[in-house]
């Protein structure tokens, strides 16, 4: 029979162990977010700025309570994003730089917005499809044409 005493020191060095082992997982993980929080962070901000600008610039009523929460939301989302990925990156023994290019994804996604907020009040769009299709066709020499697809003139709907 194992005595209690017996038992005690096995919980206590499984439990050393494993408190060990996450806290050096936790660690590589924070090292590996912090930029990326950073950098996150920047582009949601910028994207609050231009979709300011974007609201002033169109007339458009700006209430900071709904700012607010769309900023927050975007902040919540990312966040837990990036630290998803970097735990997983860290968990996949950082071989695939799955943390890098999901979080240049996050990057890109906003970069979009932030563009499509500073051509919305001039009357622009950017066309999506088109702007895909010309970087995948860039391997195989795409022509002029295609090119001038990707920004397309937006008809005013609403004169004043």
């Known amino acids: 029979m194992v005595s209690e005493t017996t038992k005690q020191w096995v919980f206590n060095g499984v439990s050393g162990g494993f408190s060990a082992v996450a806290s050096a997982f936790i660690q590589e993980s924070l090292s590996h977010m912090i930029p990326w929080l950073i950098v996150s962070c920047a582009v949601i901000v910028c994207d609050l700025a231009f979709g300011i600008r974007k609201s002033m610039l169109m007339h458009e009523s700006i209430r900071f309570s709904s700012a607010a929460r769309r900023t927050m939301g975007k902040m919540v989302t990312y966040f ?3 630290c998803m990925v970097c735990m997983i990156n860290v968990a ?49 020499k795409i022509d002029k044409k295609e090119i001038e697809e990707i920004i397309e003139k937006q008809e005013n709907t609403n004169k004043q």
Do not use: R
Not at 93 to 114: A, H, P, R, T
Not at 119 to 140: D, H, M, R
């Open 92 to 140: 996949a023994g950082n071989d695939y730089g799955i943390d890098k290019w999901s979080c240049l994804l996050v990057c890109f996604i906003e970069f979009c917005s932030i563009v499509s907020n500073i051509l919305k009040p001039k009357g622009y769009t950017l066309n999506f499809k088109a702007l895909a299709s010309a970087v995948i066709g860039k391997v195989s």
């Open 80 to 82: 837990s994003f990036v």
